[in-house]
């Protein structure tokens, strides 16, 4: 069966420290990945996607990038937060042909 | 622009009762609907989706798409405390599949 995983849980980072997260799934092969960003109270908002490795699309214009340097593995980083990026970041996932997403069990971030 | 519009609640139903969310779109070529419950401090999981205009019934589950007025809705029967949470409408569009989501309507089932 297909898993997706999302870590950290949770992170505290100060402004200004750079950030890595990262998801992985598994049980598939050649899946759509998506990083969603959902503020305090918001709907969830589209950051980047991608439909292969190396194939990144980015939505929204920010601090942040996405990369994808193997086939199941979708990073987001940032070189320098603000305080503006805390929030819960969620990864996930679908097959061409397929439902909805699944998504991971998100990263609470939060920027001091 | 892909806009997905909720009303944002709070919905307050007793236990047993009938919960209707609603739900429009702005793109009349959208195709696949999704509706996906989130529970606070939790990621989105899907409940159902909808392809077809008319009804499709899971369970306690019924979502409803008509096409023509740009609106899909869920209706939960049976209504139960567990089902309270956030209930997130969903509209792809494009190549990759990108999901744009309306911002949600808070469901609250008192017991």
């Known amino acids: 069966s297909q898993t997706i995983h999302q870590w950290p849980a949770t992170l505290v980072q100060p402004v200004g420290s750079p950030l890595s997260l990262e998801c992985t799934v598994e049980?598939?092969?050649?899946?759509?990945l998506y990083w969603y960003r959902q503020a305090a109270g918001r709907g969830l908002q589209l950051l980047f996607y991608s439909v292969g490795i190396g194939q990144i699309s980015s939505e929204v214009p920010q601090n942040l990038s996405a990369s994808r340097p193997q086939d199941r593995q979708f990073i987001l980083s940032s070189k320098k937060l603000l305080l503006s990026d805390s929030g819960f970041y969620l990864c996930?996932?679908?097959?061409?042909?397929?439902?909805?997403?699944?998504f991971g069990s998100g990263t609470r971030l939060t920027v001091v | 622009q892909k806009e997905v519009e909720q009303n944002s609640g709070p919905l307050s139903v007793p236990e047993g009762a009938i919960a209707s969310l609603n739900c429009t779109y702005s793109?009349?070529?959208?195709?696949?609907f999704f509706w996906y419950r989130q529970y606070s401090g939790k990621s989105p999981e899907l409940i159902m989706f909808?392809?077809?205009?008319g009804d499709k019934e899971d369970g306690r589950f019924t979502a409803q798409l008509n096409k023509a007025s740009q609106y899909v809705s869920l209706l939960i029967r049976d209504s139960q405390p567990s089902d309270s949470a956030t209930y997130l409408c969903a509209v792809i569009w494009g190549s990759a599949r990108q999901l744009t989501f309306g911002s949600g309507t808070q469901l609250t089932v008192l017991p």
């Open positions: 793109d009349r070529g959208s195709q696949s």
């Open positions: 909808i392809y077809s205009n």
């Open positions: 996930a996932w679908t097959v061409v042909g397929g439902g909805g997403y699944t």
């Open positions: 049980g598939t092969s050649n899946p759509n």
